[in-house]
């Protein structure tokens, strides 16, 4: 039994979905599904019952569950006392901005693995908003920034300056999160348009600032009037949308937000789409060190070089 069974066994358990998981991993869902079947194949045990409606535990599945999630918990704690340990000087350091989001979700896996590899180099990862991450790469106050570019209809909603240059890492669409008994429900598709006629829910946790400075908001506002209403948890979001009191906005294939019961996911009509990845200026110094790290960065998002 590998660790990364047992880690795609527990973030299968949490988003009860092999979709899910699969966006919450960067790994492919074939890989998954795999896993899988291996594990139960090589114990002759069934761990996962699989339903249209999603993935639930067996009682197998339950036990086997609490257990790796000890395991996986203890890994990880093993891993930073190694990388704390390092009695190599750190005598370079690599000033990285990021969207709060990437810095809580996809940084610290990538940041771990390059203090094991170049322990000499620091990495400085400092949260901010798209807009500061764009400047602060302009002004040459950081080398790399991370961030979401989003398109509408084919066309770049931020702008770059002239001497930045964007790398993209792994598509994502906007979708809509709505209560299963709600009218929109019975729609397989929904319009930006049908959607602003009813209270849009944003997570305060997710706005690091103003709400106006949030970039779904920004997106939807140039389609028209924004109805927000601020939820200060996640359980008050999850409820405010089963009970039909607004929708929710998410990024589908990064990203993603947990499942709530009683709430179902529409994709977007209209042709908007983002894409997560880095931006650095077009003269860089210091290249070594930067290329050493976007190789760990580019070998998380591998699965997706498929890029459309």
Same mark, same amino acid.
């Given at each position: 039994?590998?660790?990364?069974?047992?880690?795609?066994?527990?973030?299968?358990?949490?988003?009860?979905?092999?979709?899910?998981?699969?966006?919450?991993?960067?790994?492919?869902?074939?890989?998954?599904?795999?896993?899988?079947?291996?594990?139960?194949?090589?114990?002759?045990?069934?761990?996962?019952?699989?339903?249209?409606?999603?993935?639930?535990?067996?009682?197998?599945?339950?036990?086997?569950?609490?257990?790796?999630?000890?395991?996986?918990?203890?890994?990880?704690?093993?891993?930073?006392?190694?990388?704390?340990?390092?009695?190599?000087?750190?005598?370079?350091?690599?000033?990285?901005?990021?969207?709060?989001?990437?810095?809580?979700?996809?940084?610290?896996?990538?940041?771990?693995?390059?203090?094991?590899?170049?322990?000499?180099?620091?990495?400085?990862?400092?949260?901010?908003?798209?807009?500061?991450?764009?400047?602060?790469?302009?002004?040459?106050?950081?080398?790399?920034?991370?961030?979401?570019?989003?398109?509408?209809?084919?066309?770049?909603?931020?702008?770059?300056?002239?001497?930045?240059?964007?790398?993209?890492?792994?598509?994502?669409?906007?979708?809509?999160?709505?209560?299963?008994?709600?009218?929109?429900?019975?729609?397989?598709?929904?319009?930006?348009?049908?959607?602003?006629?009813?209270?849009? =829910? @944003?997570?305060?946790?997710?706005?690091? /600032?103003?709400?106006? &400075?949030? #970039?779904?908001?920004?997106?939807?506002?140039? *389609? $028209?009037?924004?109805?927000?209403?601020?939820?200060?948890?996640?359980?008050?979001?999850?409820?405010?949308?089963?009970?039909?009191?607004?929708?929710?906005?998410?990024?589908?294939? =990064? @990203?993603?937000?947990?499942?709530?019961? /009683?709430?179902?996911? &529409?994709? #977007?009509?209209?042709?908007?789409?983002?894409? *997560? $990845?880095?931006?650095?200026?077009?003269?860089?110094?210091?290249?070594?060190?930067?290329?050493?790290?976007?190789?760990?960065?580019?070998?998380?998002?591998?699965?997706?070089?498929? =890029?459309?």
């Amino acid at each position: 039994m590998q660790l990364k069974q047992l880690l795609y066994l527990v973030t299968v358990a949490e988003t009860q979905s092999i979709r899910k998981a699969s966006h919450k991993l960067f790994v492919s869902q074939q890989a998954i599904s795999q896993s899988l079947k291996n594990m139960e194949n090589e114990y002759n045990i069934h761990l996962v019952n699989r339903s249209v409606h999603g993935i639930t535990l067996t009682e197998h599945g339950k036990y086997v569950v609490s257990i790796a999630t000890e395991i996986l918990a203890l890994n990880e704690k093993l891993e930073n006392y190694f990388a704390l340990q390092s009695v190599v000087p750190k005598n370079d350091s690599l000033d990285i901005a990021a969207i709060h989001t990437a810095k809580n979700y996809i940084l610290p896996e990538i940041s771990i693995k390059h203090m094991k590899y170049y322990p000499h180099v620091q990495l400085n990862i400092f949260p901010t908003d798209t807009d500061e991450v764009i400047s602060s790469i302009s002004t040459n106050k950081m080398a790399i920034g991370f961030l979401g570019m989003v398109y509408i209809d084919g066309k770049s909603f931020l702008s770059l300056p002239q001497n930045i240059r964007f790398t993209p890492l792994v598509r994502y669409e906007y979708c809509v999160t709505i209560g299963c008994h709600s009218p929109l429900a019975h729609y397989k598709t929904l319009s930006v348009k049908s959607i602003l006629e009813h209270p849009i =829910i @944003f997570l305060t946790e997710q706005l690091h /600032g103003s709400l106006e &400075k949030y #970039l779904p908001y920004r997106v939807l506002s140039q *389609f $028209g009037t924004v109805k927000a209403v601020l939820a200060d948890s996640a359980k008050l979001y999850g409820e405010l949308i089963v009970e039909n009191m607004g929708i929710g906005i998410s990024s589908d294939g =990064i @990203f993603e937000e947990s499942a709530y019961i /009683g709430t179902t996911v &529409k994709p #977007l009509r209209d042709n908007i789409y983002g894409y *997560f $990845g880095y931006i650095m200026r077009n003269s860089q110094d210091n290249l070594t060190k930067i290329d050493q790290f976007l190789n760990i960065v580019h070998e998380k998002f591998s699965v997706f070089r498929d =890029i459309k």
